[in-house]
């Protein structure tokens, strides 16, 4: 079954460090969204990105990320300078068509650690 | 700001029972509701999502129910079983816009 690869699973970072979270969505998919999950709290949405352009973004997402898509196949999201805040789990996710109706389909997260 | 709401944080099920997992939502703005499960250290997977101009959506063992005029849902596991324990993630989206929006999920425990 296909699936939503992420790398790497866990990355520590020292406070105001620049990380990039690497995604390689389904192949075929068109949709695609950087969630995360703070420790004990919800999965919240971030980002989507749908023809090599940003579709939405919540007040999370400020000048201090950005994402992606370089080569057509990896989608990244990056964090220009770290804060302790950031520490959380990061979903990637993606789908083929429009719509919400027939959910997405996740990665396994990368765990960012920011000390 | 608790668009999605799960009041219980956690619910026992004996193997076999059936498990009644209840979202509330404020928005009625929603058009589609759906609910994730998740293991630890997995990403959530898509289990079942319904329609707001449905009230109910089956799909083997899952159930869920939408019942508009309260601005509640729920997905019935029948019959449970110990696989099915972890945590279960409501969500709601709508046409306008792309997001799906989650609750604080229900941690679910299926007692062999």
């Known amino acids: 079954e296909p699936e939503v690869t992420q790398t790497p699973s866990h990355q520590v970072t020292q406070m105001g460090q620049e990380v990039i979270l690497r995604c390689v969505p389904i192949s075929n998919h068109l949709y695609f969204y950087w969630y995360r999950q703070i420790l004990g709290q919800k999965v919240e949405f971030l980002v989507s990105f749908y023809n090599n352009e940003i579709s939405e973004k919540s007040e999370i997402f400020d000048d201090q990320f950005s994402v992606e898509r370089p080569d057509g196949s990896n989608f990244t999201l990056k964090i220009r300078s770290t804060k302790l805040e950031d520490s959380a789990m990061y979903f990637c996710?993606?789908?083929?068509?429009?719509?919400?109706?027939?959910?997405?389909?996740f990665g396994s997260g990368t765990r960012l650690t920011v000390v | 700001d608790q668009q999605v709401k799960q009041n219980s944080p956690s619910l026992s099920v004996q193997e076999g029972r059936i498990s009644i997992l209840n979202c509330d939502y404020t928005?009625?703005?929603?058009?589609?509701f759906l609910w994730y499960k998740k293991y630890p250290a997995e990403g959530p997977t898509f289990l079942i999502s319904?329609?707001?101009?449905?009230d109910k959506n089956e799909d083997g063992r899952f159930t869920v129910f939408l019942n508009k005029s309260a601005k509640h849902l729920s997905l019935h596991i029948v019959p449970s079983q110990p696989g099915d324990s972890a945590v279960y993630f409501c969500?709601?989206?709508?046409?306008?816009?792309?997001?799906?929006?989650f609750g604080p999920g229900t941690s679910l425990s299926v007692i062999p």
């Open positions: 969500a709601a989206s709508g046409t306008s816009y792309d997001k799906v929006i």
């Open positions: 319904i329609s707001s101009i449905k």
């Open positions: 996710a993606s789908r083929i068509t429009g719509g919400a109706f027939y959910g997405y389909t």
């Open positions: 928005n009625s703005m929603f058009d589609y």
